[in-house]
């Protein structure tokens, strides 16, 4: 098949995802290509007053954009990487991940602290859309009060100025790319807060048998190191289980010619906290995450997602369309 004229690109309406897909469009027409952009709300966008973790979908982000690729009504989908299920539908292949942000969560202060994330005064009030933000914030201060919040970026930063909370903790690259960067008081260390898996990076998407559409997404938009990356993450991800309802972090990165997966799971409360370090070379990545996530459940993660999930440990997890 031929590359269609335009090429229809799909992506959330948010102000975040509207940059990243712009962001997309731009290079695909640099390198001679039509671009035309399609927006489609999806249930995580309707459903803004109930925590990701409770809405019970892995896909919550991705499945409208999913049904829009296997329908034909879009040639590809951009998405944050950290938004897609951890095994994508069938019919649907990942076909480029763009270079990454800075994958780090931002501490952003209210605007009466002038401290920084090590600043906190006792029982300090965080908030955070994230379990797995949460986990590791108790981990490390049980005394923090951390509330949920949901939202876009603009939408938050509103409700902390609003409010009687010392700080938020948010993703360091939507912040940079929504040009918001100035509100950061501290970028968090990874030896405090392990990212997100796929945090920073952006996960391009077309139909499977869109050979030629697959092949262009790769050859202008995939960042390899990126690339090498988050498909350990990912695969960490996919052997534990359980997606955003499950409060783990992954990050890998190059050092030198070394992959190195850095991997936590952490109960709800902070009391329990697994976490270990593996280095491999970059193409042993994926074999590397799913042995670390072995590693990880048998040290005791395994009692954690039994806790957090419950019956619901046993049932498929995200889009519809998956096999």
Known sequence: MSIPEPLVLGTRGSDLALRQA?????????????VRLT???TRGDESTDTPISEIGDEAVFTKELDR????????????????????VPSGIVLA?????EDPRDAFVAHPSFDGHVHDLPEEATVATASLRRTAQLLAWRS???VVPVRGNVDTRLDKLRQSDWTGMVLAVAGLVRLGLSMHIRDRIDPDL???AVGQGALGIACREGSSEVKTLLHDVLHHAASGYATRAERAFLREVGGGCQVPLGAWAH???????????IAALDGDEYYRDQRRCAPAEGEEMGRELARDLLGAGGDHILDEVLGDRRQKPTGSPFQP
Do not use: F
């Not at 690729?69 to 299920?85: M, N, Y």
């Not at 480029?96 to 990454?100: Q, V, Y």
């Open 22 to 34: 712009n962001g997309v469009r731009s290079r695909l027409e640099a390198a001679g290509y039509r």
């Open 96 to 100: 480029a991940t763009g270079e990454r």
């Open 143 to 145: 005394d923090l009060d």
């Open 39 to 41: 927006t489609i709300t």
């Open 193 to 195: 807060m392990v990212p």
């Open 254 to 264: 190059l050092e030198d010619d070394a992959l190195v997966l850095d991997a936590c």
């Open 68 to 87: 829009a690729l296997l329908q034909g009504d879009v040639d590809l989908a951009v998405h944050s990487l950290k938004d897609i299920p951890s095994r």
